[in-house]
């Protein structure tokens, strides 16, 4: 009985927070301010914010090669986006101010 209780205990507290950063890519760009992105209508609604991220690493080219404190990996806010338009139920529209460079395959995720 106790482990029924830890396993529905436990699967409660994983699907509560997997919602708090809805995540998702740049499908595909429509223009230099405007691009679809993979969060639907299940994940966003229209006037939510997104953040835009890139990979930045630093490190040798030997760190690179192999894992360890020479090498280092954060990603970075590289812009925001407006959800303008909700397409379907896993994609919506996202418009930008055009300060950043849009590309397909960028992280997205929800503000908070």
């Known amino acids: 009985?106790?482990?029924i209780l830890t396993t529905i205990t436990l699967g409660l507290l994983l699907s509560s927070c997997a919602h708090n950063f809805m995540r998702g890519t740049v499908a595909m760009k429509t223009n230099e301010k405007t691009a679809?992105?993979?969060?639907?209508?299940?994940d966003v609604k229209v006037g939510d914010?997104?953040?835009f991220y890139t990979n930045h690493?630093?490190?040798t080219s030997a760190a690179r090669e192999e894992s360890g404190p020479d090498k280092e990996c954060k990603m970075e806010v590289t812009g925001t986006g407006?959800?303008?338009?909700l397409l379907n139920s896993h994609?919506?529209?996202v418009k930008t101010d055009?300060?950043?460079k849009i590309?397909?395959?960028t992280l997205v995720q929800k503000q908070k």
Do not use: A, D, R, W
Request: net charge positive.
């Open 1 to 3: 009985m106790k482990t």
């Open 57 to 59: 690493c630093v490190g």
């Open 98 to 100: 055009g300060s950043f």
């Open 82 to 85: 407006i959800v303008s338009k």
């Open 103 to 105: 590309t397909e395959g």
């Open 36 to 42: 679809h992105v993979c969060l639907g209508n299940n």
């Open 49 to 51: 914010k997104l953040n």
């Open 91 to 93: 994609y919506s529209e």
